[in-house]
Structures are given as structure tokens and as C-alpha cells.
């Protein structure tokens, strides 16, 4: 069994698609018999951080998108 | 003299006159389109024959195609070719050589076959296209995998362009908020200048290669449209070795190029440029978004295993404390009977010869008393038949001087008193 902590890279060091495939990773990991529950949260925690950080890659908030079209509208 | 001699006009009207014949006229001609412009409703042009080898020019003729002819002209060609009547390409004219006093030597076009210039379109593009393959690089740009998603776009366009436009519109109006980052890298996109400029933009991308996921070369749409231009071998191949992947909205359907051929992507217009780029990225998003719910869908179901899981040893620790002292005593008793048939397995062969060698033992001590009881007898019997009893009992007589048995007549004197026992009794007498 697998008890050792997972060491992760910080999200902002990585690029989108490595992002996206190490969140491809963890989800077979979390379907797989190997997944430790002691370890559960942290990759949980990791999931989410890169969804979020993936997610704001793609999109823009509000406020960007504004001035972005205003600019172009300009 | 004065008489002799011609006014220049005379000449001229001389010259003309001269022209003015069957071979001249109306003749059908080919030649390469330059300098064509439209002035007052009349376009002008200059035909150019080139060296096909050295490229340098081997005739040149002034020409025109008056407003009579003109709009039908450039509207059927147009038609038919999907090219302008413009500079840099291929005619066939039916022309006719005009000398006027003032301007000079002119031909007057008065029909063209679009048919030539569809032929040698084709033939220069299948050259194009040839030239791409023998090199190994026509495909280069179209191998190349396009990031997804692909959100950094460098555009090659003309700044004022109605597609160009159309494109950041539909970009960054999309109803999925997807984080566009665009550049405009400005070009001519269109006449003779086009390929160098584009290819300038493209150098000038390439500088900064690793800012842009891909490249957008469009064109600003409107009715004008020489596609002439992008049939060039030179940027052809410049965008087939580009390093990112180049996408081409300059056309419409029916208006193939080369570099059509070569880009990456192909797409119709400016608009569906922006349409594809947006639906690459909504995929993107689709994948985070499905990758989300599995992840929570797999969490649930784990957490959900895990306490059914503890659920289940809950229910069983009540009882599993008694079934495992249950099952310890049921094992000693087990353990307990194997022993004893272990023991008396082993013990009883032992007894069994013990009691043998305890009877075996009785046995013979039994007859070793017997054998030295009758050898008892025997010596008794010897004993007894040897005994002085038994000689006297035969008749046999013992006599005794003073108590001692006498063995020699001789040494009895005479009266002495002598003592014979017999088996019965005693004699006594006296010697003579």
C-alpha cells in the first residue's frame, strides 16, 4: 500500500495540457483500486485546484471580458 | 518640299490606315495582364509577354477594354474563373491594334476567354503544388498538431478589413467567455504584393513563436477578391515550413489556392475561422467539465464504498467477539482429542509389548525353577544313594576303635573293643 504523501507540482508551473493530463491521471487513479483514502483529500484538493486553474486558462471573467471588447470596439 | 512633306498627323492617320487590316483585327492573343486599372469606365492595362526562363519582359503592348464592353467583360470572367480581371495573370483576348494620332499604338480588347486563364490557373497551382511535393514540405504544416486548445492566435490580416473585424467579433463575443488572446500582424492581402507581405508577418511570428498557439492568415472579405496572389510558390512553402500551425480563411468555397493546400486548416471565411477556434475550445472546456463530474462521481462512489464498508464491519463486530470464542474453544477441543489419539496411537503398540515381555518373562523365570528344582532332585537322589545310611541299609557295617572308622585289620590288636554300626543299631565286641 501506497501511504506516502503525493508531492505535486504547483499548478501556475504547469501548462494547460500537462494540467489537463494530470487531471486525466488522478481521475483513473481515483477509479482504480489503488487510491489510498488516506490520501483521498490531498488528491481531491488537487483535482479541484487544476480544474480551477484550467478552467480560468480557458475563460475570462467578466471584467476582463469587458475591457477586452471594449478595446476592440474602441 | 513643303508640298512633299507630311504633317504628323497625316502620318499618323497614314500609320492607322495601315493598321486598319484583317491581320490586325480581331485577332485572338495571349498574353499576362499588368498595370490594370479602371479610369472614367474604361479599363487600361498593359499586356506583357515574359521570357519563361529568365522572366524578363519580351513584349509589352498598351491596351484597353472601353465602358461599352467592360462591365460584361469583367463580370463574366469574374464568373467564370472566380479571379478578377487583374494584374499578374494569364488572358487570352480578342484584340485588335488601334493607332491614335495622339496616344499612340493601342489594342482594343474586345472579348476574352476566361477559359485560358482557368487552365493556366490550374496548371500554375498543379506546378505549385508539384514543386511543394518533390520538396517533402507539403504536408509539414498540415502534420503539425493543433494545441487544444488553441487560444493565442496571431492574425495575418489588413487592419482595416471587414473580416478581420468579423473575426474578433465572433472571437471574442463567444457565448462560452473562452480567453482569446489575439495579435494582428498587418499584411496586403491583396495584389502583387500580398505574398511578400504576409510572408513578412509570417517572419515576424516566428520571432515570437512560443507567445502563439497558432496562426490566422484572413482575408477582409468584401467582393473584391484576386486569390491570384496566394498562388505563389515562394510563400507556399513559407507557410508550409511555418512552425505553428496555420489556419486560412481567405476564400470562399469554390476559390481553392495553394496555400489552401498547404495551411493546416482550411476554412471558408473569417468568420468560421473564429467559429472553429471557439469550438476547439468549448471542447476543451466540455473535457474539463466531464473530467469534473467523474471525479466527483468516482469521489461519491468511493466514500460511499468505503462507508458501506464500515458499515459492514459494524454490523458484524457484535457477534464476530463470540463466534471467535466459539471458534478458538472448538479448535482446542479439537486439538485435544488429536492428542489423544496421538497418545494412544503411540502408547498402545508399547503396552502391548510390554505386556508380552512380562509374560514371556513369567514364563521362563517359571521354567528356570523348574530346571534347577529337578536337578535339585537328581543330587538329591545322589545324595541320598551315596549316603553311609544307604551303604548300610545294602549291609554294609562301619566299624569304629575309640570313635574312628577302621580301614586295616592289621591295626586292631587283639581284645581290643570294637563298635560296628549297622543300618539298625550298634555292635559292640571284642577282637580276638
Known amino acids: 500500500m501506497n501511504t506516502e504523501k503525493p508531492v505535486f507540482v504547483p499548478v501556475k508551473e504547469l501548462s494547460y495540457t500537462q494540467a489537463v493530463n494530470e487531471l486525466e491521471a488522478i481521475l483513473r487513479l481515483m477509479q482504480s483500486d489503488e487510491c489510498d483514502i488516506d490520501n483521498l483529500t490531498a488528491y481531491t484538493r488537487r483535482a479541484t485546484e487544476l480544474l480551477r486553474e484550467c478552467r480560468g486558462r480557458l475563460t475570462a471573467t467578466d471584467e476582463e471580458l469587458r475591457a477586452i471588447l471594449a478595446d476592440i470596439e474602441k | ?432
Open chain 2, 1 to 432: 518640299m513643303d508640298a512633299a512633306a507630311l504633317t504628323l498627323l497625316q502620318l499618323n492617320q497614314r500609320i492607322a490606315g495601315l493598321l486598319n487590316v484583317a491581320a490586325t483585327q480581331n485577332v485572338w492573343v495571349v498574353a499576362e495582364l499588368s498595370d490594370v486599372g479602371v479610369r472614367g469606365g474604361h479599363c487600361y492595362m498593359e499586356l506583357l509577354q515574359k521570357d519563361p526562363e529568365r522572366g524578363t519582359t519580351v513584349a509589352r503592348a498598351r491596351a484597353a477594354i472601353w465602358a461599352s464592353n467592360w462591365s460584361r467583360i469583367s463580370a463574366g470572367f469574374k464568373a467564370a474563373t472566380g479571379q478578377e480581371f487583374a494584374t499578374g495573370i494569364k488572358v487570352m483576348v480578342c484584340a485588335s491594334a488601334a493607332y491614335h494620332p495622339v496616344y499612340g499604338l493601342s489594342l482594343v480588347i474586345s472579348n476574352v476567354n476566361p477559359e485560358y486563364t482557368i487552365g493556366d490557373l490550374v496548371r500554375r497551382r498543379r506546378e505549385i503544388l508539384v514543386r511543394l511535393q518533390s520538396e517533402g514540405i507539403l504536408e509539414l504544416n498540415r502534420r503539425l498538431a493543433m494545441p487544444e486548445p488553441a487560444l493565442r492566435v496571431a492574425v495575418i490580416s489588413s487592419a482595416g478589413a471587414a473580416g478581420y473585424g468579423d473575426f474578433l467579433n465572433q472571437l471574442y463575443h463567444n457565448s462560452q467567455r473562452l480567453r482569446f488572446t489575439t495579435c494582428l500582424f498587418p499584411a496586403v492581402m491583396q495584389g502583387e504584393r500580398t505574398a511578400v507581405s504576409v510572408m513578412d508577418a509570417l517572419d515576424t511570428i516566428e520571432t515570437e513563436a512560443d507567445r502563439w498557439d497558432c496562426v490566422v492568415i484572413i482575408r477582409g472579405g468584401g467582393a473584391t477578391s484576386d486569390l491570384i496572389a496566394f498562388d505563389d510558390y515562394a510563400l507556399a512553402a513559407h507557410v508550409a515550413r511555418f512552425p505553428l500551425p496555420v489556419v486560412v480563411g481567405i476564400g470562399h468555397e469554390r476559390d481553392v489556392t495553394v496555400l489552401d493546400y498547404v495551411a493546416n486548416l482550411r476554412v471558408k471565411t473569417p468568420t468560421a475561422a473564429a467559429e472553429w477556434l471557439i469550438s476547439q475550445g468549448g471542447r476543451a472546456l466540455e473535457r474539463l467539465r466531464r473530467i469534473g463530474g467523474e471525479l466527483l462521481q468516482s469521489l461519491t462512489d468511493r466514500i460511499a464504498g468505503h462507508r458501506t464498508q464500515l458499515a459492514c464491519c459494524e454490523g458484524l463486530l457484535p457477534t464476530a467477539s463470540g463466534a471467535c470464542v466459539e471458534r478458538s474453544a472448538s479448535q482446542l477441543r479439537n486439538r485435544v482429542e488429536a492428542l489423544a489419539a496421538i497418545c494412544s496411537q503411540r502408547i498402545l503398540p508399547q503396552t502391548v509389548r510390554l505386556d508380552h515381555l512380562a509374560d514371556s518373562l513369567g514364563n521362563r523365570a517359571m521354567s528356570a525353577i523348574e530346571r534347577s528344582r529337578i536337578k535339585l532332585d537328581g543330587k538329591e537322589a545322589l545324595v541320598a544313594a551315596l549316603s553311609p545310611e544307604a551303604t548300610l541299609r545294602r549291609g554294609y557295617s562301619v566299624t569304629r576303635v575309640g570313635g574312628m572308622a577302621v580301614r586295616d585289620a592289621a591295626s586292631v590288636p587283639s581284645g581290643t573293643r570294637i563298635e560296628t554300626q549297622l543300618a539298625s543299631g550298634t555292635m559292640i565286641s571284642v577282637t580276638e
